[in-house]
């Protein structure tokens, strides 16, 4: 046998024998289809961000000072107190926004809705959670936006 011969047995040889590294393309078709497919199923991000934005175009600086209401335990439910003053529940965002107001003559009633800082808190451990809502709710139903829980530690 000649030597190109040889060569050429010995090429069919090397060309017929079976292949020693993996064929990965069929492994990586599946791994971008499985890629699409968790892609497509995944839930979206659902959190809510919430934003106060300017609604005027020149901001005007509003001080307003905060109103803190006080909620009291009482024999026949709960009352409600603006500084010394006793008041009924349905006059809660009435007389909020009159202190709001008398701050400066130049302020609206919208300028009070949004940046006017009310705080409710119960006076003792005594006063139901119901009646602290119901606070709450008059006032968020009236439109102030920045109403809150005044958090005191429990003696």
């Given at each position: 046998?000649?030597?190109?011969?040889?060569?050429?047995?010995?090429?069919?040889?090397?060309?017929?024998?079976?292949?020693?590294?993996?064929?990965?393309?069929?492994?990586?078709?599946?791994?971008?289809?499985?890629?699409?497919?968790?892609?497509?199923?995944?839930?979206?991000?659902?959190?809510?961000?919430?934003?106060?934005?300017?609604?005027?175009?020149?901001?005007?600086?509003?001080?307003?000072?905060?109103?803190?209401?006080?909620?009291?335990?009482?024999?026949?439910?709960y009352r409600i107190f603006i500084g010394e003053e006793e008041i009924a529940l349905a006059d809660v965002s009435a007389t909020?926004?009159?202190?709001?107001?008398?701050?400066?003559?130049?302020?609206?009633?919208?300028?009070?809705?949004?940046?006017?800082?009310?705080?409710?808190?119960?006076?003792?451990?005594?006063?139901?959670?119901?009646?602290?809502?119901?606070?709450?709710?008059?006032?968020?139903?009236?439109?102030?936006?920045?109403?809150?829980?005044?958090?005191?530690?429990?003696?």
């Open positions: 046998m000649t030597t190109a011969a040889a060569f050429a047995l010995r090429k069919r040889a090397r060309d017929l024998a079976p292949a020693a590294e993996p064929n990965v393309i069929p492994f990586i078709d599946v791994l971008l289809v499985l890629l699409i497919i968790f892609m497509v199923t995944a839930p979206k991000p659902t959190v809510d961000l919430q934003l106060q934005l300017p609604t005027r175009p020149v901001p005007v600086e509003v001080i307003i000072p905060p109103t803190i209401i006080d909620v009291d335990a009482s024999a026949d439910g909020v926004m009159a202190r709001g107001l008398a701050v400066d003559s130049v302020l609206t009633e919208e300028d009070v809705f949004a940046e006017a800082h009310v705080a409710v808190r119960a006076r003792d451990q005594g006063v139901a959670y119901g009646a602290v809502v119901a606070v709450l709710d008059e006032l968020k139903q009236a439109g102030f936006a920045k109403v809150g829980v005044f958090a005191q530690s429990a003696a």
